[in-house]
């Protein structure tokens, strides 16, 4: 399995609506693409720093994806910066409890 993790600044404020937004909008869309096994939505509410984790079932996937990605990730409000975009491998996946 692979991941890509993207990391955000914006506004305190606006987590709310970038969390509903990401959940009717952005989670429908990823359904869609070929390959996607889930995504994580991380905030800080005190900084607004947020970091979305999608994963995908390869190496693959993930790079097909690539151009679509980009365009849902710049959907994202005015005030919101891109800080990063990284690729990885996933090592460990266990969800316990």
Do not use: N
């Amino acid at each position: 399995m692979y991941a890509r993790v993207s990391t955000f600044l914006g506004p305190p404020a606006d987590l709310d609506r970038g969390v509903k937004e990401a959940q009717e909008e952005v989670v429908p869309k990823l359904r869609e693409l070929e390959g996607c096994k889930g995504i994580y939505l991380l905030v800080d509410r005190a900084s607004g720093r947020h970091v979305a984790i999608t994963l995908w079932e390869s190496e693959e996937a993930l790079r097909a994806t690539e151009e679509r990605a980009t365009q849902l990730r710049q959907q994202g409000g005015p005030q919101e910066v891109i800080l990063s975009v990284e690729r990885y491998e996933v090592a460990v996946s266990e969800l316990i409890g």
